[in-house]
């Protein structure tokens, strides 16, 4: 059996049938086969880059592993943005990457370059992989294909890239057996300190070890909520599976705890949610959410969520001074991390968010009671701050964003790209039931938007919308052929300012206002993108701000591709917004005095 229609039918058979990718010599043996596969299907994208985050995308929406492909040298390098993404995000992507034939290596030690377009992209991409390997034998590949499988798929899950020599494509493999045995060890794997499988000792002892790390952390979270008094529960992108997002919220529900999400996991709560109290974030948290969490809370659950500085500020010992943290997390060195000096007031659990979840389901639960008191003091907070943030006029986009998700309700999936419109997307987008925000969350890429909407509608087969800027939409604008070749039902939303306005934001407050490289008057422009849409074949429309929307509404509603630009004034900044050195909760533009302390000492 030819190696690369080995590849390809296995992973058919884990259920991947969207291949990602963009043709080259070195990896068209590989193009061939998913072509020749009449249960598979190749998408061709117009930048590698456009194919990883589609892959990412893919992933996000779909809860399971994607593919993308590229051919060797720049071709491969393309790729890495999409590389590090999953990683960051804990996307389980296998990328594919052609190689020069084995026999052009000539074996010499600091050769610049062993031949056209040859690069070494395994060592580039080991740092943002989990597993990483190139294949110079084709009985290699059985094992290694079970190997990157399971290293993406178990864990914390995460990319893996796989190397292919153009002559080992074109082998033979002799005896393609699905090893169960094997299959059932590596994914028990442990990691090693790099994150990689590679180094790996089999055994399942770790996984009784970890059911019972689980177990523990259940008990512990009932253990804590006895003597508790204003508990909130902190959700984060390690809850990853629908039906464990939903168990979260039974528990909730009966106990009556306040959900605050970090950003990737704000559509694991339906907007519309009682208990849902907004998101965490240093900087452009929810006003709401960050004094509940930061400043009124006596005890936070941690689930699956990294508790990083962009979610509880640079001044990490800080935080939530007065509440005692339970953190489960998979990730052995998110854990490492305190919050609290020395750990103080800190209980760590390094056990699969998702199955303590369970465990917790399977406990009597029937003791605690509820927190309804504490359930009204948190909407009191939420309903008072959110009256001071609707009443600031430079909110005005984050009015626009609220409005125009009653027209994206219908869509299976909003790809959100990085800028200001992420934070007024997060902040004021109402995600309807079992509608998915995809944001690039670690890894911040700008261009992410686009493609990241194209792999969820092959994800989803529904409907899909990207909302971008115009900075970000620039990045991987070519992706509006891929758009229009296939006729997908995207639409693409474009906030434009004609400015890279949270940059500019910074430079306003630390630079005196020298907007370099962020406005005309800085060297930064935009184009007319509803003109540019149009030249792709794609419908169009312009929008200015403060217009009715109801025209932009049945642009929206309408089958097919289309392209809904919005001009906005430049100097249109993100709030509310944590100025460096203040707590999260006190943010600009402040809140009145009154307010403030009033909501502190409830």
Not at 297 to 309: K, N, P, R
Request: aromatic content about 8%.
């Amino acid at each position: 059996m030819k190696l690369t229609d080995y590849i390809v039918s296995f992973l058919e058979k884990k259920g991947i049938h969207d291949f990602f990718g963009y043709q080259g010599t070195m990896i068209a043996h590989l193009v061939d086969s998913i072509e020749r596969n009449p249960n598979v299907r190749n998408h061709s994208c117009y930048n590698e880059q456009g194919a990883s985050f589609a892959a990412c995308g893919y992933a996000q929406a779909k809860n399971g592993c994607a593919c993308a492909y590229a051919t060797s040298g720049p071709g491969a390098v393309n790729l890495l943005s999409g590389v590090a993404d999953a990683y960051f995000d804990s996307l389980p992507v296998i990328f594919i990457t052609g190689q020069l034939n084995t026999y052009e290596y000539s074996g010499i030690s600091g050769l610049r370059q062993q031949g056209f377009q040859e690069i070494d992209i395994v060592s580039m991409a080991r740092p943002v992989t989990k597993y990483c390997v190139q294949i110079r034998d084709p009985e290699q590949i059985v094992e290694e294909l079970n190997r990157a499988w399971h290293a993406a798929m178990s864990g914390r899950r995460g990319p893996v890239l796989i190397d292919l020599p153009m002559n080992i494509q074109r082998g033979e493999v002799e005896h393609p057996v699905y090893d169960e045995e094997k299959d059932e060890s590596a994914s028990c794997r442990e990691t090693d300190t790099a994150g990689n499988a590679g180094g790996a000792v089999p055994g399942k002892e770790n996984c009784v070890e970890e059911n019972a790390a689980g177990r523990r952390a259940a008990r512990a979270v009932l253990e804590a909520l006895k003597t508790a008094g204003r508990p909130v529960i902190l959700l984060g992108n390690g809850v990853n599976r629908p039906e464990s997002q939903e168990a979260l919220l039974c528990f909730a529900r009966k106990h009556r705890i306040p959900v605050i999400t970090s950003v990737l996991a704000k559509s694991a709560v339906p907007g519309e949610e009682p208990l849902n109290f907004g998101c965490i974030g240093g900087a452009y948290g929810h006003r709401y959410a960050n004094m509940i969490a930061n400043a009124k809370s006596d005890l936070l659950l941690c689930f699956g969520i990294s508790l990083c500085t962009r979610q509880i500020g640079v001044k990490v010992h800080e935080f939530a001074g007065n509440a005692r943290i339970l953190r489960i997390d998979i990730d052995s060195f998110n854990l490492q991390r305190d919050i609290h000096e020395n750990g103080a007031g800190e209980e760590k659990y390094c056990a699969d968010a998702c199955e303590v979840i369970t465990y917790l389901g399977e406990e009597d639960s029937d003791h605690i009671g509820t927190f309804r008191e504490w359930e009204e003091v948190c909407r009191e907070i939420k309903d008072a701050l959110e009256a001071v943030d609707d009443g600031t006029p430079e909110r005005w986009p984050n009015r626009l964003i609220a409005q125009l998700g009653e027209y994206l309700k219908h869509t299976g999936a909003v790809a959100v790209d990085v800028g200001q419109h992420m934070v007024w997307s997060y902040q004021s987008l109402i995600c309807a039931p079992g509608q998915k925000l995809l944001f690039s969350g670690g890894h911040g890429a700008m261009g992410y938007g686009l493609p990241a909407a194209v792999g969820a509608y092959y994800a989803l087969g529904r409907p899909v919308a990207c909302i971008c800027g115009d900075g970000a939409l620039q990045m991987n604008i070519q992706e509006l052929q891929w758009v229009k070749r296939e006729r997908l039902p995207v639409k693409i939303i474009v906030m434009n300012n004609g400015a890279l306005g949270m940059i500019q934001h910074l430079q306003k407050d630390y630079f005196g206002g020298l907007f370099a490289g962020t406005a005309p008057s800085g060297g930064f422009s935009s184009c007319e993108f509803s003109r540019v849409a149009e030249a792709y074949g794609i419908p169009a429309m312009e929008l200015k701000a403060g217009e009715s929307l109801e025209r932009a509404g049945r642009f929206l509603l309408a089958e097919g591709p289309g392209l809904l630009e919005i001009t906005m004034e430049s100097g249109t900044y993100a709030y509310p917004k944590t100025c460096l050195g203040e707590p999260i909760h006190n943010q600009q533009p402040y809140a009145p005095k009154e307010v403030y302390e009033r909501l502190l000492e409830l």
